[in-house]
């Protein structure tokens, strides 16, 4: 059973940076395919960055292209997200998924992760 536990978040201003990690603990994480996903109040939960279990291939929303960046340290099990010039529309709750991949791929849709961390708002003040 793998756990993601998230860490980072919370309130920042306008234009300002933020980062987010998140650990996979109690699997074989070499194996793991990870992602970041946001949900707002009253919206659906969008991908936001993902990363391939080697980390060579990646994937950012075109609403955060530029502003974001994702990448992993595969030998702590941990997963970042490195945010800047922050806008108010960047509020939500945000969460680090994973999955378990055998290919080099990174994966957007969130049905298909199986683990999930336990979400962090994150909240942009104007």
């Known amino acids: 059973q793998v756990q993601m536990v998230e860490s980072g978040g919370g309130l920042v201003e306008s234009g300002g940076s933020l980062g987010r990690s998140c650990a996979a603990a109690?699997?074989?994480?070499?194996?793991?395919?990870l992602g970041w996903f946001r949900q707002a109040p009253g919206k659906e939960r969008d991908v936001v960055a993902a990363?391939?279990?080697?980390?060579?291939?990646?994937y950012c929303a075109d609403f955060v292209k530029g502003r974001l960046s994702i990448s992993r340290d595969s030998a702590k099990n941990t997963v970042y997200l490195q945010m800047k010039n922050l806008e108010p529309e960047d509020t939500a709750v945000y969460y680090c998924?994973?999955?378990?991949?055998?290919?080099?791929?990174?994966?957007?849709?969130?049905?298909?992760?199986?683990?999930w961390g336990q979400g962090t708002q994150v909240t942009v003040s104007s």
């Open positions: 998924a994973a999955r378990f991949s055998y290919t080099s791929s990174y994966y957007t849709t969130g049905s298909t992760y199986v683990y």
């Open positions: 990363i391939s279990r080697s980390g060579g291939s990646t």
């Open positions: 109690g699997g074989a994480s070499s194996n793991l395919s």
